[in-house]
């Protein structure tokens, strides 16, 4: 894959989510990070933009070893082809973002050795067995993230920020 050196890989997965306007994946796409195209033989499952396949031509291209990263979800196959997240590597300002299962990131953090992953989690929850290799390379950034409490998400971006060296931006008063 021609995946520019100049662009970061990171990745985000974890047991705590919010649908707002401040969730980290929203903010980092607003930084200049790009989400790549997923494929599903089924369903789309979470908000990513997804490519509907069938199951053949996914059997076709995991033997054409065209597939970065999968897994089956609920009966289907859901990943990310390694001709999408070059295209999102080779069109973002800034990088590719691939939030999502655990499965998939250690999959992608594997294939990458400078990608940075981020497992957002309550404090007592522990980290997935898939993050291990993640964990033992270093790559791995665990963010304890209290849901309830004003700014939990904000801290969150700010620290993914810190961490990936990238400008921050101070927050907006209320």
Not at 118 to 128: C, D, I, P, R, V
Not at 167 to 174: D, N, S, V, Y
Request: proline share 6%; with cysteine.
């Amino acid at each position: 894959m021609n995946i520019p050196p100049t662009k970061k890989i990171v990745c985000i997965t974890g047991t705590v989510w919010t649908g707002g306007r401040s969730a980290p994946r929203r903010m980092l796409v607003r930084e200049g990070l790009l989400r790549p195209i997923w494929f599903t033989t089924g369903r789309p499952v979470s908000d990513a933009q997804y490519e509907v396949i069938s199951t053949a031509d996914y059997h076709l291209a995991q033997a054409d070893s065209e597939v970065l990263a999968h897994m089956k979800h609920g009966g289907d196959f859901v990943g990310i082809l390694k001709q999408d997240f070059e295209d999102a590597a080779i069109g973002a300002q800034v990088g590719v973002l691939v939030a999502g299962f655990p499965e998939i990131v250690a999959q992608i953090a594997k294939a990458f050795p400078q990608a940075v992953v981020f497992a957002l989690k309550e404090q007592s929850m522990e980290l997935s067995d898939h993050l291990g290799e993640a964990a033992r390379s270093g790559q791995l950034h665990r963010l304890d993230v209290d849901v309830l409490a004003p700014g939990a998400w904000r801290d969150v971006h700010q620290t993914i920020l810190r961490t990936l060296g990238l400008p921050l931006h101070q927050p907006r008063p209320f």
